[in-house]
């Protein structure tokens, strides 16, 4: 399995371009609180391509080196085997919280401008019966009428609900089952999946995918934060 990484620093000099963007304004529109918060938004915006980086690493080395190592011992060590699996877990869970986190932390820059959310929501979801909790409440009471609410439910039909699906289930219940899927390569890379919950075969494509998802969202997301909720406003454009 050799993928190729996320360029962190790419990623870390886009996001330096948008901030560059709100500090053009923040002394005309008065945004040194919102610029202070984004500035440490760095982190989570990174976060998602650096876990997946490290998960691609711990992967190569399951199959490079740890499981060769196990399997010269001549006997196959269930002790050693399950800590080889539990590097994995630990590495797969990783990138599923911080996907979760980058999405929570988005809410303290929705609270500046929605009356209807407090820095205290979490992201939120839809449950099953279509009721919204928490910072999706709002963004579904307002999707007809507001671009970025629009954007948000956009994406949460399109790949967010199931994106933070196997991390609810690490969360509260359990791991997911580890399994080695066969590619057409004949190589081999792990998925997880927990069958109760719906959740079938979760492996690096589908956290790519829900990763290049997420650069896509957020930078549109602050692309309409300074088009539509500051440029567009004047000052004291956001809730003290």
């Known amino acids: 399995m050799n993928e190729i990484e996320y360029d962190l620093e790419k990623i870390s000099n886009n996001f330096t371009e948008i901030l560059e963007e709100f500090q053009k304004l923040e002394y005309e529109y008065n945004l040194n609180f919102i610029n202070h918060k984004l ?72 609270s500046k401008f929605y009356k209807g959310i407090t820095p205290h929501n979490t992201f939120g ?35 967010i609900s199931d994106a933070v699906k196997p991390r609810d289930t690490i969360t509260h219940y359990e791991n997911l089952t580890l399994s080695f899927l066969e590619m057409d390569n ?16 979760f492996g690096r494509e589908e956290l790519k995918k829900y990763i290049d998802n997420w650069y896509l969202f957020i930078n549109r997301l602050l692309e309409l934060i300074l088009s539509e909720k500051i440029k567009t406003t004047g000052n004291n454009v956001y809730k003290k």
């Open 39 to 110: 500035f440490n938004f760095r982190t989570s915006y990174l976060a998602p391509a650096y876990h997946l980086n490290r998960f691609d690493k711990a992967t190569n080395e399951f199959f490079k080196i740890d499981l060769p190592n196990s399997i010269k011992k001549g006997v196959i060590d269930e002790n050693d085997m399950s800590l080889l699996a539990i590097k994995l877990h630990l590495e797969f869970n990783s990138v599923i919280y911080s996907i979760k986190m980058s999405l929570d932390r988005i809410v303290f820059f929705m």
């Open 125 to 159: 979801r839809i449950n099953e019966n279509g009721k919204p909790k928490s910072m999706m409440a709002e963004v579904v009471r307002l999707k007809d009428s507001d671009k970025i609410m629009a954007l948000i439910l956009k994406n949460y039909n399109e790949w």
């Open 186 to 201: 004949s190589e081999f890379t792990p998925v997880f999946s927990h069958r109760e919950k719906g959740i079938n075969s």
